[in-house]
């Protein structure tokens, strides 16, 4: 497809399990951005990549989150020992560059911690 | 940090109705998008605006930016239930951070038929 595809659209875990959302971002799209979309609020900058550098990880939570980019294409954005609070809408954006441009969003990962 | 705050964050209304939701802050941004996202969905861009006191209409639908670039509002013309849904502004940041999006809370629309 054309837009941004992530993967699965929702996932159910256990505390304390690790997972592991993946984004496709738009083919040649140099920047990608992930956020978190807490219920009823807007979404929250969570790390940005520019090709496979991460160049700013300053709103990921807590050192459970980790996300990365090897290739400057695919990301992943793993949460490891996830907690009740980690539950939300986790999307990822992609744009040509990266600065000023505007950003296409996927249709979001739910996460739904037990 | 740099917070934009949306006005009203919900607001329900009859079709054919006129309405307006606002955007502001206390920083200035180099530019406003307002996006529109439907339940169990992304964010789909609406509209861009970068120049202080610019103004773009979308069918419907008009935006404005601020003469100070702090602010816009969104301004939707007889209302149809078809543009139901959550309407977000949000800005980039002027200076070194240029590619971070800073979003409002949203504003929560239903037209009601």
């Known amino acids: 497809g054309a837009g941004v595809s992530q993967s699965p659209r929702y996932k159910v875990a256990k505390r304390g399990q690790d997972v592991a959302l993946r984004c496709d971002p738009i083919?040649?799209?140099?920047?990608l951005f992930w956020y978190q979309q807490a219920l009823g609020q807007g979404p929250e900058f969570l790390t940005y990549?520019?090709?496979?550098?991460?160049?700013?990880k300053s709103g990921l939570p807590s050192d459970r989150f980790f996300a990365e980019r090897p290739e400057g294409s695919v990301s992943t954005l793993k949460i490891q020992r996830t907690q009740q609070e980690d539950s939300a809408v986790y999307l990822c954006?992609?744009?040509?560059?990266?600065?000023?441009?505007?950003?296409?969003f996927g249709d979001g990962t739910r996460l739904s911690i037990l | 940090t740099q917070l934009l705050e949306q006005s009203p964050q919900f607001l329900s209304i009859q079709e054919g109705e006129n309405l307006t939701v606002y955007c502001n802050s206390s920083s200035v941004f180099s530019s406003l998008q307002w996006y529109r996202q439907e339940p169990g969905e992304g964010p789909v861009l609406l509209v861009t605006?970068?120049?202080?006191?610019e103004v773009k209409k979308l069918k419907r639908l008009t935006f404005q930016f601020g003469d100070a670039r702090k602010d816009s509002s969104l301004h939707i013309t007889a209302a149809q239930p078809g543009d139901t849904g959550l309407y977000l502004c949000a800005g980039y940041n002027s200076g070194g951070s240029n590619y971070k999006l800073t979003f409002g809370k949203g504003t929560l629309l239903t037209v009601n038929p």
């Open positions: 990549f520019q090709n496979e550098a991460q160049l700013d």
């Open positions: 605006v970068v120049t202080g006191g």
């Open positions: 083919s040649g799209h140099v920047s």
């Open positions: 954006a992609s744009s040509p560059r990266g600065r000023g441009q505007p950003q296409h």
